[in-house]
């Protein structure tokens, strides 16, 4: 029995290892068109502002040590060019044949950009831009793209001296319908010097450096040619099991779609963590088992200037356009005691009228949001009501938290709206 | 009519606020036996450590500044010598009488050690101690009792130069049946000069300075007298809206018990996040609302020597007590990606092999620990499965979180030993 992964980035890797474990029988082969496997992409914006001495350090494996410790071997500048499933066969971009028994395609996604474009997306991408920085002195530096990438990226630049500029079409930053959280990450890259040109629609401004975060779509042209079918997303579309339609074939990671659990709609949310989750699951469903992936609630976390901005389900726009009826506050608190270093910290809660039901939130501050948002993230997979959530019972020391947790002062607020 | 509340510090100005706030029509009179009210009795170990300045800043509300924000009269000084319930009637130390229609006992908790013991527990005992410290050089400190006060006392002392013995007649600290946890603790105490004496049964060593931190006992005389039922737990019985067997009479807070939400079974848990939350449901339903208090799932967390340490729900010796049938693991990861200042976290989970279900867990380390612990209680209070658990989406970004959050890792070890 012979299992082909195509891709040896997050979800292909977590795929194969995993297979590999359940079913040491196996042979496991990961295919990967690129040079390096197994590097953290999320981990570019902090070697390009300096937090990260050097590339090597994002990369987790060689193939020579993913051999050594998951016994599966990864061969790199393999690129697939065609899947003949009725036969289980591969052909490669030499026009070399490969045999499978099962196949998990992970071939991630692209850079949304021009080719001529400098994205900030592959490990290559990052390391080209990384060794300009180190050549170049810094001058004037153009982002296009308000998503976290390039919300990281123009702070990344900023840090290394470079006056920036960060451009995006649409009048929200992150993406996010919500012009309260705009304007306070408007003030945030305002005071670090970032200057902002949002609901920009005329040609991009000239600009020694121009790097390109207009977003990513799924690699999903090799699927399709083979017959796999993509959802309404764009992305290929998967059971919980992470079966495409063609038995036998699974996909994982940045190329497949996923359900949101707040909304039950498909949802291409393609993020690191995510990919691991859904590579884990096909491998080990691969390997004959029958583990499902339940779908994401859509939290992210990204570093805007210093301050943590985290999201999680929906905005009160979303949920208005998902057929919610949302009521929604927005509170300063603080992260700690206060006589302990306390910081501000803004908690933006969202829930539905009719039914109490959480349906999303944010946290802005520089202490403790990653473990904040975390609990809404729990609570909207769990189903949780405004009274649910109000009843958490959240720990309490100064070094860690004030006495009654921003979160739980957001839910009182938000309880008298319902 | 008129609403008094025994008791001005956490629960009891809480209660008295929230009445008020809900029926400004309604008088509302805070008596406190001390002299200070609203202090955070939790910050007095790190005013000793020396990280909060002076314990004015422990000091939230003045009853001046009470009055002025929240119109709510507290008298300090006056001690509720007597409740005569079939009259409505108080009647203080002094001999003073003073009706009430609604009554809310917070009257907290004390120290369990003999009269000539120094405690840590009000903030006239931690003010008189810290002027200790200013005074007397560094010597020889004995801490009596490894709970998580004696744990923070430790700390602070060993902080200020003191040679500090910690004692205890329990083998375990913190008393968790948790060998394991005992054991990291006691590498973490001893790595900072705490020497320690458990499961020691003789007399207490002589040392210039005893510091007794061997537990409280609830407030209960005054209510027992006026005819206030205790629960098992030896505090004051309450219902989910936090009345007492006598109609018109409320309790809250560190003289109260509740219920805790994974055995179901009563708790007396006094923590003042707790008695926060208890007292805004007692004034609530003080003031004609019908709000109630769910219970805890036990969380807390203590800082030992600079390392968190956060537990929540049971451990697998408490779980097999209630009846559960418990399966166990304790793995170690990193609280961030290992390239971006990654430092080493251990997660504990409990979960119970017939249903599945968590029961508990605990987090140690440097950073994240009270975000990691707030998302174990969430899922204790959801009664999630461990396979529930494997599928929250946590948020991933390199300065917040590995891409496999180390409470992942953890149930993905537990869900094997299911």
């Not at 499933?85 to 950009?113: F, N, W």
């Not at 958490?392 to 004030?402: E, K, W």
Request: aromatic share 4%.
């Amino acid at each position: 029995m012979r299992l082909v992964v195509i891709g040896g980035v997050a979800a292909g890797l977590s795929a194969a290892a995993r297979a590999k474990r359940l079913d040491p029988s196996m042979e496991v082969l990961v295919l990967e068109k690129g040079e390096h496997i197994s590097y953290s992409a999320c981990g570019l914006p902090y070697l390009l502002e300096g937090q990260v001495r050097d590339w090597l350090q994002l990369v987790g494996f060689t193939p020579e040590r993913f051999l050594l410790e998951k016994n599966v071997s990864v061969r790199g500048g393999a690129e697939v060019a065609a899947i003949a499933h009725s036969r289980r066969q591969l052909t490669l971009l030499s026009g070399e044949k490969l045999h499978y028994d099962k196949l998990v395609i992970a071939t991630g996604a692209r850079a949304r950009c021009p080719d001529t474009c400098l994205p900030l997306h592959t490990l290559a991408d990052g390391v080209r831009l990384w060794e300009h920085l180190r050549e170049a002195p810094p001058s004037r530096a153009l982002v296009i793209g308000a998503g976290y990438i390039g919300l990281e990226l123009a702070g990344a630049l900023r840090a290394r001296g470079w006056r920036v500029t960060l451009v995006d079409r649409n009048e929200h930053l992150l993406h996010r319908e919500d012009p309260e959280l705009t304007a306070i990450l408007r003030r945030q890259l305002e005071r670090h010097g970032v200057e902002l040109m949002l609901a920009y629609d005329g040609p991009a401004p000239e600009a020694p450096l121009t790097v390109h975060a207009t977003g990513l779509q799924p690699n999903t042209l090799l699927a399709e040619s083979a017959g796999v079918e993509l959802g309404h997303t764009g992305a290929i579309r998967v059971t919980e099991h992470m079966e495409t339609n063609l038995p036998g074939i699974f996909a994982a990671g940045d190329c497949a779609e996923t359900v949101h659990r707040v909304t039950g709609a498909p949802v291409w949310l393609p993020l690191g963590t995510t990919a691991n989750k859904m590579g884990r699951i096909a491998g080990a469903n691969a390997a004959g088992r029958r583990e499902r992936f339940p779908g994401v609630v859509g939290a992210s976390i990204v570093r805007v200037c210093g301050l943590g901005v985290a999201l999680s389900g929906l905005s009160a726009a979303h949920a208005r356009k998902a057929g919610f009826n949302p009521a929604a506050v927005r509170i300063r608190s603080r992260d700690r005691a206060s006589y302990f270093r306390g910081r501000p910290v803004t908690v933006e809660l969202v829930a539905d009228k009719s039914t109490g039901r959480l349906l999303g939130g944010s946290v802005l501050g520089e202490y403790g949001v990653e473990g904040r948002v975390n609990v809404i993230s729990t609570a909207l997979q769990a189903r949780m009501t405004v009274e649910d959530f109000l009843g958490l019972d959240l720990v309490y020391a100064p070094p860690y938290a004030p006495v009654m947790d921003s979160l739980l002062v957001a839910a009182q607020q938000l309880a008298k709206e319902l």
